[in-house]
Nanobody
Framework: QVQLVESGGGSVQTGGSLKLSCAAS????????MGWYRQAPGKERELVSL???????IYADSVKGRFTISRDNAKDTLYLQMNSLLAEGTAEYYC?????????WGQGTQVTVSS
């Protein structure tokens, strides 16, 4: 039922930009909090950004000023605009949704930042 499908990952040089998308289905997208997380090999999953149903946003200190989270409720789609990418941005990026007592995840999309 609940489906989250990420897209937009790829390889980019340090300082470059990339925009990720997450297509959601199976729930009322507009009423739930959404977020982006990332995990590098051998590292723990970390929060990148969150956006509430009313548009309030939260960013990890490491990405503030460089990343922008947004949502298009008419399209049931979540976005993450990533600018001024750094090497530490290399990771698998996951879209997540909080529905009642459960957390749902997409399959992830790989982002690789090289010098």
């Amino acid at each position: 039922q609940v489906q989250l499908v990420e897209s937009g990952g790829g390889s980019v040089q340090t300082g470059g930009s990339l925009k990720l998308s997450c297509a959601a289905s199976g729930f009322i997208f507009s009423t739930h909090r959404m977020g982006w997380y990332r995990q590098a090999p051998g590292k723990e999953r970390e929060l990148v950004s969150l956006i509430t149903s009313d548009g309030t946003t939260i960013y990890a200190d490491s990405v503030k000023g460089r990343f922008t989270i947004s949502r298009d409720n008419a399209k049931d789609t979540l976005y993450l605009q990533m600018n001024s990418l750094l090497a530490e941005g290399t990771a698998e990026y996951y879209c997540a949704a909080r529905l009642f007592s459960s957390e749902y995840w997409g399959q992830g999309t790989q982002v690789t930042v090289s010098s």
